[in-house]
């Protein structure tokens, strides 16, 4: 049983206006068939819902394994912090998905499973579980998941967002560096990068990075991430031409100063000069770090 950091309750509509006005581009009906079953009592559906998640991205993974970073006794449940925590520490980027049901189905029809949190229970006596959606049929009206004991279990449209709805609608994807989820907003999708970079190899989060950038290619969070991940990795030179990209075209002072940083390592003093002095010129509160680039560079600066 999982442990909810918040709940909502709220009347079940989105699927009514689903089936009176389908988008054309989403599948009437979609069933990812193939996602493999991890069967659990209801103390354990954290663990088994995310080794179901993590093993159809192709991050095998046991349940077992993962009761260690999920699981807490003390509260014989999962919190929803841990879940996406647990994940990350297993290899994938874990997103927080948008809380409509169209996109919950978009998800399912590119053939990623969502994780979702519902409240079986009643608002004020909750029982939290944690399930993964795997198709959905839009004629007949139903969801279909794998959850508890049950490999395919079909529930209404309406029992699902009435059980869902008390979560906030809260459900997210899990994926291998390089993959995003369809319906991610750039500001989920950037957390979730981040998050995902402090326990992650410097390879696999630059590839994660590059695939964030190709989406939003103005996203300055996520490319200085980049620039970092490939310092971290070794790649000076691809980190410098990051931190130039971002320093020229934003005008930021951080990434003049890492840039500076990078080109020193690299030997190129002149150039690592002219990047510091150009940060100090809109350094605001780093001023102190870029004198001190400015410094590593053998120049002093003139006030």
Aim: proline content about 6%.
């Amino acid at each position: 049983m999982p442990l909810a950091l918040s709940v909502l309750g709220g009347c079940a509509t989105q699927s009514a206006q689903l089936q009176l006005q389908r988008p054309s581009d989403l599948p009437a009906r979609v069933e990812l068939a193939d996602t493999p079953f991890f069967p659990d009592d209801k103390r354990f559906c954290g663990p088994a819902a995310l080794a179901t998640s993590l093993t159809a991205a192709g991050l095998s993974v046991q349940p077992e394994s993962l009761s260690g970073d999920v699981f807490l006794p003390g509260r014989e449940g999962s919190l929803q912090i841990e879940m996406l925590a647990g994940a990350r520490r297993h290899g994938a980027v874990a997103t927080i998905i948008p809380d409509t049901l169209e996109d919950l189905m978009r998800e399912v029809a590119v053939g990623h499973p969502v994780v979702v949190l519902l409240n079986l229970g009643l608002s004020w006596i909750p029982s939290w579980h944690y399930a993964v959606v795997v198709g959905y049929d839009l004629d007949a009206g139903d969801m279909l998941l794998r959850s508890g004991a049950t490999k395919r279990q079909e529930i209404s449209f309406r029992t699902f967002e009435h059980t869902w709805n008390r979560s906030q609608r809260w459900a997210f994807v899990t994926l291998p560096p390089g993959q995003l989820p369809a319906t991610a907003t750039e500001d989920e999708a950037t957390r979730a990068l981040v998050a995902f970079e402090r326990n992650a190899p410097a390879s696999a989060s630059a590839l994660a990075y590059r695939k964030g950038l190709e989406r939003w290619p103005g996203n300055v969070t996520l490319a200085m991430g980049l620039g970092n991940a490939l310092h971290a990795s070794g790649d000076n030179v691809g980190a410098e031409a990051v931190f130039r990209r971002v320093a020229e075209t934003r005008g930021l002072a951080a990434a003049y100063n890492n840039q500076a940083r990078v080109l020193l390592e690299l030997g190129r003093r002149a150039e690592a000069r002219r990047a510091a002095e150009r940060g100090l010129a809109v350094a605001g509160p780093i001023r102190r770090t870029l004198l001190d680039t400015l410094e590593a560079t053998g120049a002093t600066a003139s006030n």
